[in-house]
């Protein structure tokens, strides 16, 4: 069966063509076992050439999608994870239903394969037609309830000399070292980089069952490529790596990195405009770690419900998690809490709590706080930094007697800090103060400021409404 119609560029590589050459299948081999595939799944006689494999190889598609499905379920057998004719620029049975990463997956194995083929999905995107995922909040719904539920699968604890717990080490100091450079210059810079290591390291992974402090560092490093694609603005591709790294967490059992994790869910849900989901998954989180955790982690998880609950304008809600947050990083020593919370400061509290005033309307509040986080906070945090001097700048402007000389001075190191940094979140931010100063058009100094922000705004565009709530 040689049905198949041209693709863009026939003289280009191919994602299928690469694949087969990686895996070392020849045409003739490959052709075969999809005639064998075909024979024992859909009890038919493909009767597929090897003479269409070579023109699949030079961007030729298979026009039956039933043919695209088992086209790539052949090459996900030969890869070792999830492979989808949608990857590979073609029509399948189920094009534009696509929902690779999107479940939770009971086996420790089946959850890192499934991200072996999300993130080989990823670094493949460019080389793709289209891509037909999209965000999808109820999806949150199935992961949520697992981790609460404690229906996952654990992994197996490591014997001391096992391998897998070097390999927890390396991928623990790479996303630390991650970690450092996103707080400095932003998701645009180091994303890609990122992807590449966790597709590796997740494909090393495949060879054995991962233990549990494998798959502790892989659900550390997973949940990091989440907050790199959100902060990218690819929402859909976040939001897949959230879910899995939960279920890696689940995975490993380790409940305070669960608890985290649900938090992010919480922050891309409410970026998204779906605060109710936003405000059930901060709960949901804070319950999840509240067993077994430590001071600074508890913060982090107030800090996040605390935002939630000010979206809602629930103030005496908000105020009470709040003061739960404080609470806990008074009792914070350092030392105590994992490595991935060990950035969590003073400085984050007062912005954390400055910034829920502001969502509730308080601007002289808000004020006082930001100013003593930027006290507080550390200036290597230039996306923090960037982000709360910009909300103060948006303060000064809603006081009841607005000091537009204050606003501009926070307005200034705002962008000074956002310079270096490439950040849909900063940006976004950043144009919340672009409209807040067009009411001052008439002053120069509001021009140049906005003349100058006209650069940052440009490197990703205005969000579009966000869902009725």
């Not at 063509?17 to 081999?29: N, Q």
């Not at 989180?285 to 077994?292: D, I, L, Q, T, Y």
């Amino acid at each position: 069966m040689s049905s198949s119609t041209f693709g863009s560029d026939p003289g280009s590589p191919t994602v299928f063509d690469r694949l087969l050459r990686e895996s070392g299948v020849s045409d003739t081999r490959f052709a075969k076992q999809v005639n064998s595939r075909a024979r024992h799944h859909r009890r038919i006689e493909l009767g597929l050439a090897r003479t269409t494999v070579g023109h699949w190889r030079r961007g030729m598609k298979p026009r039956d999608p039933m043919v695209a499905e088992l086209a790539a379920a052949e090459v996900s057998a030969v890869v070792g994870y999830p492979v989808l004719p949608v990857d590979l620029g073609w029509r399948g049975e189920h094009y534009g239903r696509e929902d690779l990463g999107l479940h939770v997956a009971d086996a420790p194995v089946q959850t890192v394969r499934t991200l072996a083929g999300l993130t080989g999905r990823d670094m493949r995107r460019r080389e793709m037609l289209q891509d037909s995922t999209a965000f999808v909040a109820s999806a949150f719904a199935e992961p949520v309830l697992s981790s609460i539920t404690g229906v996952v699968r654990r992994a197996l604890r490591a014997s001391d000399d096992a391998v897998g717990g070097s390999n927890a080490a390396v991928i623990r100091d790479m996303t630390a070292t991650f970690r450092r450079l996103d707080a400095r210059f932003g998701s645009g810079e180091i994303r890609n980089q990122v992807i590449t290591f966790l597709h590796d390291r997740t494909r090393a992974a495949m060879s054995d069952d991962p233990d549990a402090d494998l798959c502790g560092a892989l659900a550390e490093l997973t949940q990091f490529g989440g907050w790199l694609a959100q902060d990218s603005d690819r929402q859909a591709l976040a939001q897949r790596y959230y879910i899995q790294a939960l279920s890696l967490a689940e995975h490993a059992d380790d409940s305070q990195l669960a608890g985290r994790i649900l938090a992010a869910m919480s922050d891309q849900a409410a970026q998204m405009g779906y605060n109710r989901q936003s405000l059930s998954m901060a709960r949901a989180a804070v319950e999840r770690a509240h067993r077994s955790v430590v001071p600074t982690v508890e913060a982090m998880l107030h800090d996040k419900h605390a935002w939630a609950l000010a979206r809602a304008k629930d103030e005496a809600g908000c105020v009470e998690a709040l003061t739960a947050m404080e609470r806990a990083i008074e009792r914070g020593t350092a030392g105590d809490e994992p490595a991935w919370a060990s950035h969590y400061n003073a400085g984050d509290v007062a912005e954390c709590v400055g910034h829920c005033y502001m969502l509730l309307d308080r601007p002289e509040q808000a004020t006082e706080h930001l100013l003593e986080a930027r006290v507080l906070q550390v200036s290597s945090r230039a996306r923090t930094r960037s982000y709360a001097e910009a909300d103060l700048a948006i303060a000064y402007l809603r006081r009841r007697a607005p000091d537009l000389e204050a606003a501009l001075d926070a307005g200034q190191r705002a962008l000074d800090y956002a310079g270096p940094v490439s950040s849909v979140r900063v940006t976004d931010k950043l144009r919340e103060l672009d409209t807040a100063f067009s009411s001052y058009n008439g002053s120069v100094t509001v021009q140049e400021w906005r003349t100058s922000a006209a650069t940052i705004l440009r490197r990703f565009p205005a969000a579009g409404p966000g869902p009725a709530q």
